[in-house]
């Protein structure tokens, strides 16, 4: 590409946008294509810093979700006891009594050990007219603490 000139490029170049059959007469200046290091540090760097703003959120959003799921199941297992004893005139021995009894159709994972692994409160049956013992309560058995500072297992 000797003898040419920065001129006979733009001719090129203008030539080939206005519809010129042959792609060889567009001959473009390597300087002028790609990024430069410069442009692409600062993309990385813009992205760097929304991901350093999203991924915080991001995780408060899901334990925040997490929470209100482990309320939830709480809240519909222990309402399920008190039907169970309502209705057969005794507590339950395990959660597997309102599974097999028809109540639920599984006991829940617990989200937050996403196992089934709760942590039951047992005590005397006032149902029962021969003073027997069963399931009065369940908790989780997460030991970690809650977004709002009370242990998941008070609950």
């Not at 599984?106 to 029962?128: A, F, M």
């Not at 970690?144 to 009370?150: H, L, M, P, R």
């Amino acid at each position: 590409m000797t003898g040419k000139t920065s001129s006979d490029f733009r001719f090129r170049i203008s030539d080939w946008k206005k519809g010129s059959k042959n792609p060889q007469s567009a001959i473009r200046n390597p300087q002028s294509s790609g990024f430069t290091l410069l442009e692409l540090m600062i993309v990385i760097s813009i992205l760097i810093i929304l991901v350093s703003v999203a991924l915080p959120q991001y995780q408060k959003t899901t334990m925040h979700a997490r929470e209100t799921m482990l309320r939830y199941d709480l809240d519909t297992m222990r309402k399920l006891i008190d039907q169970y004893s309502a209705d057969k005139g005794k507590l339950p021995q395990s959660l597997d009594d309102l599974v097999s009894a028809g109540y639920m159709r599984e006991v829940p994972k617990d989200p937050i050990t996403d196992n089934k692994d709760w942590t039951i409160d047992t005590g005397d049956d006032p149902y029962s007219t021969e003073g027997g013992t069963g399931v009065t309560n369940v908790h989780s058995a997460a030991s970690e603490v809650s977004t709002d500072g009370t242990p998941y297992g008070e609950w």
